[in-house]
C-alpha cells in the first residue's frame, strides 16, 4: 500500500526543551468571541520563534535549543562541589536503559563527546534547557550553591540579574558565559527541579531539512516568572493553559508544530499544578520514550505515525525516508484500529501547522499518559451556536471545531462553530 520515496542524508544536532508549568490563580477573561476556557490551575510557556528563524518560524514553542560543548564542560564540577558530583549529582537512582528506535549515525548512546571526564547526558541536557530558558525568556531557574537537599516542591525562578540584556548578550555569543554567570550568583543551575517527560526526533520530511534529537523536560514553578524575549530568536510570550492554546490554535492565532501539539493535549490530562507535579515525580525512575514520527503522505494531506500504531515499522530505511499512498486521508483512517498518530490536513504544506488531529488507541507505557483523541479542524455545521456532534453530521460549513473522544464512538463537542461570514 505504501512504499518509501525521497531519501536523502541528514545532518543530526541534539537539543533540550523545557516545558515551563506554573502555577495560576489570575482570573481569565472571556473574549466576546468564545467561552470561558476551563480554569485549569496551571499555564505553559510558550514562545513565539522570529519569523526570520529558519526551523519553524513563527511557530509557538517551548524554551530550548542545541546542546553546547559548554553544557557538558567538567567546568562545571567546581561549581557544584563540593555539595553535588558525580555520577547523579543527587538526582536520584538512574532510569532504565531501554533500547530505542533509531540508532540516529554519529550519535552515540550514553555519551555527549569523547571525553570520558565529560557531564553526563542527565546533567547536561538539563543544563542546556535551563541555559535556554535564560537565553530566549530571560527566565533563571538557579539555586543556591548549599548543602541543602533539593526541595521536591514546586519552586521559584530567580529575578533576573543586573545587565539582563548583557548577559544574555554575552551568553549568546560564548555559553560558556553561562557558568561565569552562575558562579557570579554563587548559584547552580537547578537540575534538581527538571523532571524527565519525553524526547522526540525529528522526521524525515525532505532531504536536507533541520533534524535534532531532543530531551524534553517538565518544570513545575509556583508562580509564573516574569518573561523577556529576546527579540531575537523569540518575538513574543504567552502563559497558556493547554485549553487556550487549543483554542488559539483552532481561531489560527498560533502555530503548533506537531511535537508541541501533542505535548500540549497531553498536558490536558492534568486539572492542576500540583496534579502535574506529582505525576512527574511518582514516574521519575521510568525515564522517557524517545519518538521519531514516520511520515505518511497521502493524497490529500500527510499522518505522522508514532511507535505503537499498527502503520509504524521500526525499520531504519524509514530514517531517510517518507511512506507514501495514493490513498486519501479518509481511507487510511478508516482502515485501521490500532492508532498512535498526528493527522494534517493541510495537503503537503509542511509550514502550515493549524488543522490537526491526534488518533490515540493504544496503551501509554513506563506510567506516562497520553493525549486523548481530538480532532482540530473544518466543522459541519452552518449555524454560529455550539454544535452538537451526534445532530448535526453532515451539513456544510467553513468554521473550526475541536472534537475529543476518549476511546468512545462518538467524540465530545469542546468549542465554537465560527461559521465564516
Same mark, same amino acid.
Given at each position: 500500500m505504501s512504499v518509501p520515496v525521497r531519501a536523502g542524508p541528514s545532518s543530526w544536532r541534539r537539543a533540550a526543551t523545557l516545558v515551563l508549568a506554573a502555577g495560576w490563580t489570575r482570573p481569565v477573561p472571556a473574549a466576546a468571541s468564545r467561552p470561558q476556557p476551563p480554569a485549569e490551575g496551571f499555564r505553559v510557556l510558550l514562545l513565539q520563534r522570529s519569523a526570520s528563524q529558519g526551523f519553524l518560524p513563527g511557530a509557538q514553542v517551548f524554551p530550548g535549543g542545541v546542546l553546547?560543548?559548554?553544557?557538558?564542560?567538567?567546568?562545571?564540577?567546581?561549581?557544584?562541589?563540593?555539595?553535588?558530583?558525580? #555520577?547523579?549529582? %543527587?538526582? %536520584?537512582? /538512574? @532510569? @532504565?536503559?531501554?533500547?530505542?528506535? #533509531?540508532?540516529?549515525?554519529?550519535?552515540?548512546? %550514553?555519551?555527549?563527546?569523547?571525553?570520558?571526564?565529560?557531564? #553526563?547526558?542527565?546533567?547536561?541536557?538539563?543544563?542546556?534547557?535551563?541555559?535556554? /530558558?535564560?537565553?530566549?525568556? %530571560?527566565?533563571?531557574?538557579?539555586?543556591?550553591? &548549599?548543602?541543602?537537599?533539593? &526541595?521536591?516542591? @514546586?519552586?521559584?525562578?530567580?529575578?533576573?540579574? @543586573?545587565?539582563?540584556?548583557d548577559w544574555r548578550a554575552r551568553v549568546r555569543r560564548d555559553p560558556r558565559h553561562f557558568l561565569s554567570l552562575c558562579?557570579?550568583?554563587?548559584?547552580?543551575?537547578?537540575?534538581?527541579?527538571?523532571? &524527565?517527560?519525553s524526547g522526540w526526533i525529528t522526521p524525515f520530511s525532505r532531504p536536507g531539512g533541520r533534524r535534532f534529537e531532543t530531551t524534553f523536560f517538565l518544570c513545575c514553578l509556583k508562580e509564573p516568572p516574569p518573561v523577556f524575549p529576546d527579540l531575537v530568536e523569540v518575538v513574543d510570550c504567552q502563559w497558556s493553559s493547554p485549553s487556550e492554546a487549543i483554542e488559539r490554535l483552532i481561531s489560527k492565532e498560533i502555530l503548533l508544530a506537531p511535537p508541541q501539539f501533542y505535548e500540549i493535549r497531553r498536558l490536558g490530562n492534568f486539572a492542576s499544578l500540583s496534579d502535574l507535579h506529582k505525576f512527574s515525580l511518582d514516574r521519575e525512575s521510568e525515564g522517557t520514550e524517545r519518538w521519531m514520527p514516520i511520515i505518511l503522505l497521502t493524497a490529500d494531506g500527510?499522518?505522522?505515525?508514532?511507535?505503537?500504531?499498527e502503520m509504524y515499522l521500526e525499520d531504519s530505511n524509514f530514517l531517510e525516508n517518507c511512506m507514501s499512498t495514493e490513498k486519501k486521508t479518509e481511507e487510511i483512517m478508516n482502515e485501521g484500529k490500532k492508532f498512535h498518530r498526528i493527522v494534517l490536513y493541510n495537503s503537503h504544506n509542511y509550514g502550515d501547522y493549524t488543522d490537526y488531529s491526534i488518533h490515540v488507541t493504544v496503551l501509554p507505557k513506563y506510567k506516562h499518559v497520553y493525549p486523548k483523541s481530538c480532532v482540530v479542524g473544518l466543522c459541519q455545521h452552518k449555524t454560529r451556536v455550539p454544535y452538537n456532534v451526534g445532530e448535526n453530521k453532515g451539513l456544510e460549513c467553513k468554521g473550526t471545531y475541536l472534537l475529543e473522544d476518549n476511546l468512545s464512538e462518538e467524540p465530545t463537542y469542546m468549542g465554537i462553530c465560527r461559521s465564516h461570514p
Amino acid at each position: 500500500m505504501s512504499v518509501p520515496v525521497r531519501a536523502g542524508p541528514s545532518s543530526w544536532r541534539r537539543a533540550a526543551t523545557l516545558v515551563l508549568a506554573a502555577g495560576w490563580t489570575r482570573p481569565v477573561p472571556a473574549a466576546a468571541s468564545r467561552p470561558q476556557p476551563p480554569a485549569e490551575g496551571f499555564r505553559v510557556l510558550l514562545l513565539q520563534r522570529s519569523a526570520s528563524q529558519g526551523f519553524l518560524p513563527g511557530a509557538q514553542v517551548f524554551p530550548g535549543g542545541v546542546l553546547e560543548a559548554a553544557d557538558r564542560s567538567t567546568d562545571w564540577l567546581r561549581l557544584f562541589a563540593p555539595h553535588h558530583g558525580p #555520577p547523579r549529582f %543527587g538526582l %536520584g537512582r /538512574a @532510569p @532504565p536503559q531501554r533500547a530505542a528506535f #533509531p540508532v540516529l549515525p554519529n550519535v552515540r548512546p %550514553g555519551a555527549v563527546d569523547e571525553d570520558a571526564a565529560a557531564l #553526563p547526558d542527565d546533567i547536561a541536557f538539563r543544563i542546556c534547557a535551563i541555559r535556554e /530558558a535564560f537565553e530566549e525568556a %530571560g527566565v533563571l531557574l538557579l539555586r543556591p550553591r &548549599d548543602p541543602r537537599p533539593p &526541595d521536591q516542591a @514546586p519552586g521559584c525562578a530567580l529575578a533576573p540579574p @543586573p545587565a539582563l540584556a548583557d548577559w544574555r548578550a554575552r551568553v549568546r555569543r560564548d555559553p560558556r558565559h553561562f557558568l561565569s554567570l552562575c558562579a557570579q550568583l554563587d548559584c547552580t543551575p537547578d537540575i534538581w527541579a527538571l523532571h &524527565d517527560w519525553s524526547g522526540w526526533i525529528t522526521p524525515f520530511s525532505r532531504p536536507g531539512g533541520r533534524r535534532f534529537e531532543t530531551t524534553f523536560f517538565l518544570c513545575c514553578l509556583k508562580e509564573p516568572p516574569p518573561v523577556f524575549p529576546d527579540l531575537v530568536e523569540v518575538v513574543d510570550c504567552q502563559w497558556s493553559s493547554p485549553s487556550e492554546a487549543i483554542e488559539r490554535l483552532i481561531s489560527k492565532e498560533i502555530l503548533l508544530a506537531p511535537p508541541q501539539f501533542y505535548e500540549i493535549r497531553r498536558l490536558g490530562n492534568f486539572a492542576s499544578l500540583s496534579d502535574l507535579h506529582k505525576f512527574s515525580l511518582d514516574r521519575e525512575s521510568e525515564g522517557t520514550e524517545r519518538w521519531m514520527p514516520i511520515i505518511l503522505l497521502t493524497a490529500d494531506g500527510m499522518i505522522h505515525l508514532l511507535p505503537g500504531d499498527e502503520m509504524y515499522l521500526e525499520d531504519s530505511n524509514f530514517l531517510e525516508n517518507c511512506m507514501s499512498t495514493e490513498k486519501k486521508t479518509e481511507e487510511i483512517m478508516n482502515e485501521g484500529k490500532k492508532f498512535h498518530r498526528i493527522v494534517l490536513y493541510n495537503s503537503h504544506n509542511y509550514g502550515d501547522y493549524t488543522d490537526y488531529s491526534i488518533h490515540v488507541t493504544v496503551l501509554p507505557k513506563y506510567k506516562h499518559v497520553y493525549p486523548k483523541s481530538c480532532v482540530v479542524g473544518l466543522c459541519q455545521h452552518k449555524t454560529r451556536v455550539p454544535y452538537n456532534v451526534g445532530e448535526n453530521k453532515g451539513l456544510e460549513c467553513k468554521g473550526t471545531y475541536l472534537l475529543e473522544d476518549n476511546l468512545s464512538e462518538e467524540p465530545t463537542y469542546m468549542g465554537i462553530c465560527r461559521s465564516h461570514p
